[in-house]
């Protein structure tokens, strides 16, 4: 037996370590320590209401939209305000733009890299794979920052700026989009689907979302792409077996995404073992007994984030979300999957989630975003209003719930004579890397590192690498 | 990492043309404010002067100056600067990982002692002796100060960096502390904003690497260059503000016709930044365009400013444009001076408040 730790973990979005402890080669159990705290729902306590918008979007960088949506959503319950059509189209459009935006750096810059490793020096794809994803100038992976920055236009001309947008309000956005803007909207749309149509899928969006089995995808591939990024990902994926890498957990939730007139363009679900059934929140709870926080209700309404850092057996400043007492694992996959697109559902009949699901899943629903992106840019109406006015909010309980592009999020906030009087977030990545439980039960990513196994000499071994970057943890939002 | 290397060699060696370098050296003058001459020096000093390395960090933080920094604007800058960089520790972007990435970080500080350049995205949260930010099994404070010791110049980035931010907001639980209060001795140069602007992020950067030497600084530390003027002084609204015309509501006829955001709480006249020039994500927008107020994101104490979405309901003397003459007479004089201007809004909150709200509102500006 021996323990390695690996950590500071680079590529991933804020600070992570992971404490492993293996059986000759092969991992026997993992510990995920989320090692950054900050305090963000203690700093909300106080405040006025909307000043959420402008503080709980900066916990993360990368998804602060989905933080500004979360945080409009659940002051819109309060308010009773419910966005004209056109803030609908536009909010939905910057948060679609910031998560597929995710989902490409994601790929690019953090996890295509890691083939570029020296271990992998003799594979007949190396050389091609180190050619287009190195760091820092891999060909690849520049057309992809370009492609990138252009497609963030989308958030700049709705939404001024990216990060930490201002623009996304309750009652819809802040700007009216005169016919030049609609326009260049269009434009960085249409951009971005060429991008994915010649260079990274090399499929139309439209074709690749239809295809229903991995077979399917590689004969497709294999006569009208075969030199795509993603044909040469299945190469790798198929050599490496990442089909079987990191297998998830046996429940996913999807909060449910782009809601346009009260209805989710992807399925609200909670799948388990084959069953699709509706989320119920009460049935979300926080276990804390292996998280740094004194002891507290567990309910995300009620519980708050005291700090307790010295805590015996607590080893994380992430909590453990619980549904229904079992983990879960969020992100692409789940909604995929709970939203039932072909190659997701024939993929997890096949071999449950693991590294390679993951990564596909986020291009699947690339594919089937976009082309939903230009008819929410085309709906947009001209003369008619982004947002509506409301009544300051003085009291009244709200959650929001969102998909951010590595899953599920919700923000739970209570607001008692016209200030913040509680606060909760639970980020995606606090579901995925939770700690153990009461039970000892171990976090998806704690669970999907059991079996993997390094190699002679390797102090960060590459498959613990792929199977942690496969879930695209985000750590700033983790423990906020 | 060879350490005669000029930035030169490393730019061509990825792939830069030499007409593109060209390219490159004019665009960075001119983002610099500099004449065309200095293109010349520029491309000089990076084709003679060996290459300084750059070591960044992350504290307690977003990772939005990141984020920001590789969307920078021009593709040209963007390749040339990250190629520059070569970024030899960054944990958001770096290719090693673990103990690899531990052992660059050791390196550097040994083989490049004095020499290279520390930049900092977040701050050290120093309560329960910096528990709140391991980093590599011990706390990030220890880290950036033996980083710090061995540094030649320090770019503090962003907000985080540079004063503390929404993390040392009230009660700033962990006590996020401004890199500034736990080194001492060493040149920084904070470039605050939340995120900073990305070209603006890119101009600093080459311009500390090219000629070895920070850029002007005002008395808090920042670049002149970028900081030297309000969000307010260039914003395109501006004649609106002059002129009286206000947005009132965020769905009013007025916000369609683009007026002034004053009255909905903006902060452009006290902020210094390059917003309203620079503008964001390649020169589009800037949160102002969109229609929303400038919360002031680059000054320091911002996340306390709140609420940030209070109303000015009415401004005496502003207002109706049939007094155009006499706002943009008042006005002219208030915005001299950022103090000037805040006493004259106390005096209009205070005029369209109850004495009770009127002690409540003093009591948040004292606290
Ligand atoms: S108050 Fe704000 S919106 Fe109005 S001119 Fe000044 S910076 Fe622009
Ligand atoms: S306009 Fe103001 S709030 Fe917005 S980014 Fe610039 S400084 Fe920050």
Partial sequence: MSRLVVGPFNRVEGDLEVRLTFDGYTVSEAHVVSPMFRGFETILLDRAPEDALAIAPRICGICSVSQSVAAATALAKMAHVIPPMNGQFSTQLTLACENLSDHLTHFYLFFMPDFTNAVYENKPWHEELHKRFRIPDGTSRLKAMEARAKFLHVTGIIAGKWPHTLAIQPGGTTLELDQGARIRLMRAIEGYRNFLERDCLGLPLEAFSEINSIDALRDELNTKAPSSDLALLLKVFDDLDLWSAGPGADQFISFGAYPINGEKTLRQGVWDAGEIKPVDTGAIIEDISHAKYPSMPTSPAESHSDADPEKADAYSWCKAPRYKGRTAEVGAYARQLIDGAPLIKELHSRTGSSVAGRILARWVETARIVPLMEIWAHSLQRNENYLSEYAPIEQGEGIGLVEAARGALGHWMRVENGLISNYQIIAPTTWNFSPRDANGVAGPLETALVGAKKLEGEKSPVSVQHIVRSFDPCMVCTAH | ?367
């Fill in chain 2, 1 to 367: 990492m060879s350490q005669t290397q000029t930035f030169y060699d490393m730019i061509r060696r990825q792939g830069v043309t030499r007409r593109s370098f060209a390219k490159f050296c004019g665009l960075t003058a001119a983002s610099l404010g500099l004449a065309p001459a200095y293109a010349q020096q520029i491309s000089h000093a990076l084709e003679t002067r060996p290459r300084t390395p750059v070591v960044w960090m992350h504290g307690l933080e977003c990772t939005c100056c990141t984020e920001s920094f590789i969307r920078s604007a021009h593709p040209l800058v963007k390749d040339v600067v990250l190629s520059m960089l070569s970024l030899d520790y960054d944990d958001t972007i770096m290719a090693a990982a673990g103990h690899q990435a531990e052992e660059i970080l050791q390196e550097t500080l040994e083989n490049h002692h004095g020499e290279y350049i520390l930049a900092v995205e977040g701050n050290p949260p120093l309560n329960e002796d910096g528990m709140y930010c391991i980093d590599g099994g011990r706390p990030f404070v220890e880290k950036l100060q033996e980083m710090a010791e061995g540094a030649k110049a320090i770019i503090a980035w962003g907000s985080c960096a540079s004063w503390g931010c929404v993390q040392a907001a009230k009660p700033n639980p962990t006590n996020a502390t401004p890199i500034d209060r736990v080194i001492r001795g060493k040149p920084i140069i904070k470039v605050p904003g939340c995120p900073p602007i990305p070209e603006v992020m890119t101009a600093v950067v080459t311009y500390i690497l090219t000629f070895d030497r920070l850029p002007e600084l005002d008395r808090q530390g920042r670049p002149k260059m970028f900081y030297s003027q309000r969000i307010h002084d260039k914003c395109y609204r501006r004649p609106h503000f002059d002129a009286g015309q206000f947005v009132e509501q965020w769905d009013d006829e007025n916000a369609r016709k683009g007026y002034c955001l004053y009255k909905m709480g903006c902060r452009g006249p006290t902020t210094y930044n390059a917003c309203s020039t620079i503008r964001w994500n390649e020169g589009v927008s800037f949160p102002i365009q969109s229609g929303h107020n400038c919360i002031g994101c680059s000054e320091d104490n911002f996340w306390d400013a709140g609420p940030f979405y209070e109303r000015l309901q009415n401004i005496n003397a502003f207002g109706v444009e049939a007094n155009a003459d006499k706002i943009g007479a008042a006005t002219a004089g208030i915005v001299g001076g950022s103090i000037a201007l805040h006493a004259a809004l106390s005096a209009v909150k205070r005029a369209r408040k109850s004495p009770a709200e009127d002690t409540k509102q003093k009591e948040t500006e004292n606290a």
